[in-house]
């Protein structure tokens, strides 16, 4: 067992169970699939809020442990080799935790791939996209004059839709049993609602998309997922 102690982030956060997993998050859709995760899989961890501010996710504690000073980042202390593993990324931490666990990445070789297929999709596809929404839709560049950008990102969204819908026609899950594809593209669907976008999106329209939002609201492990770690520090 690694000694998460050692770590320099504990200068900032420090860690009150040294021995299980520690968490650094905010609940963002990034920033909620690891702890859906490691609540689907029955991991013991430990959360501490890490804001979105400068003086969190650019302290030197923070770059520490991630250089690229987003959330979320992990540290376990029961690495697969003995000692201690830190990453970041949360599409690279649904993986490990899915190997770690041996859950929710499929029963073959076949299915993993399927999985890991849609994991990327939502990384390099739905979550840059309907962030880059957000931000034209309803943060700074909705400011702009030049609205182009705004209906590039809507008309994207839309196309990304569509293709969801498409797949999950007569389907409960995106890939096969419920896996960490959907602890992936799930937030973020669930994010449309915070931009105020889901009414230029027609987003009711994509009627196999909304059914599937709402089975995945209401598994227990992510309404509590959904609110760790909390908003403001502890």
């Known amino acids: 067992m690694g000694d998460v102690s050692n770590f320099k982030i504990n200068e900032k956060w420090p860690a009150a169970r040294p021995r299980v997993l520690q968490l650094y998050s905010f609940p963002t859709p990034n920033g909620v699939k690891v702890s859906i995760a490691l609540e689907e899989m029955g991991i013991p961890y430990e959360a501490h809020t890490v804001t979105l501010a400068d003086a969190d996710v650019k302290s030197p504690e923070f770059l520490s442990l991630n250089p690229n000073n987003k959330i979320p980042a992990i540290i376990d202390p029961n690495g697969p080799d003995g000692t201690a593993v830190t990453l970041f990324e949360s599409g690279a931490i649904l993986i490990y935790l899915a190997e770690k666990s041996g859950m929710l990445l499929g029963k073959s070789a076949s299915e993993k791939a399927q999985i890991l297929q849609w994991v990327m999709f939502q990384m390099g596809g739905l979550g840059p ?54 602890i992936a593209i799930a937030p973020w669907l669930r994010a449309l609602d915070f931009y105020g976008v889901k009414e230029v999106l027609s987003f009711s329209d994509y009627e196999n998309v909304v059914a599937y939002l709402e089975r995945f609201l209401e598994r227990a492990a992510v309404a509590k997922g959904l609110q760790v770690p909390p908003r403001e520090p502890a």
């Open 129 to 182: 996209m309907f962030g880059q929404l957000g931000f034209f839709y309803k943060f700074a560049g909705s400011e702009w004059e030049d609205k182009r950008p705004q209906q590039r990102y809507i008309a994207e969204a839309k196309r990304l839709l569509s293709v969801l819908d498409g797949v999950l026609d007569g389907k409960t899950w995106i890939a096969g049993d419920y896996s960490i594809a959907d």
